[in-house]
């Protein structure tokens, strides 16, 4: 019964990722969680999940050519040390699992706040993002490589500690840094980097015994066809009424999960 309910758990995410485009780890975890998975089990688990949910898509976007390798291999850069590192220190200076569960925790709300605030603030992020002149952009210009390399230090940190961020904050960085890019290949980038870090991350947490693999079955095994069906439908459903509604729980549960 367990086993069935996680398929179409895996199968509601996967709707919403498709209808949205938000990212599952801020839809998965929170849902793992609710159903009293400790949280390195939820997190690790989720982490893996992404990691092989969001292969496909990398394949697609290199062969439309709508992936910059140049700004991926920059990002990677920074998040998989960065990655390996974290894992390294939570095996090393942590007892067990349960010691640093709540380090896990306000990671995952403080990421869940960021990704709400990432999506209702997207308008804005645009806008810069459109914008060619002025100071503020002649200097990211300047350094944006350099800003890149350490935002995507950043990210390796935060989505090993969270499972949340690799989608939506890394795009939020490539719509800052570098508006040369279109939309498709902000999307095909962001996703040609979140796949190996969430499966560096995910490789890091089933060494420390973090993944539940019936449970990483099942999820699979609901959400793999309903992501595509999401997509299909999702041009014939109002995005701007969809998102917001879904920040908002976001942002609820961040900071359920943050202070509380």
Known sequence: MDFLLYILSGAAVGLAVGLTGVGGGSLMTPLLLLFGFPPHIAIGTDL???SITKAGGVISHHKQKTVDWKVTGTLAAGSLPVAAVTVWLLANYFPSPESYAGLLTHSLGGMLI???GVLLLKGRIRKIHDTRDGPV???LDKHKYRFTLIMGALLGFCVTLSSVG???FGAAILLTLFPALSAIRIIGTDLAHAVPLTLIAGLGHMMLGNVDYQLLGALLIGSLPAIYLGTKLSSR?????????????????GIKYAFF
């Open 48 to 50: 893996l999940y992404a």
């Open 114 to 116: 960021l990704t709400a």
């Open 137 to 139: 952009r002649q200097f």
């Open 166 to 168: 690799a989608g939506a």
């Open 237 to 253: 459903l109002p995005n701007s009424v969809l998102q917001p509604i879904l920040s908002s729980m976001l942002l609820g549960l």
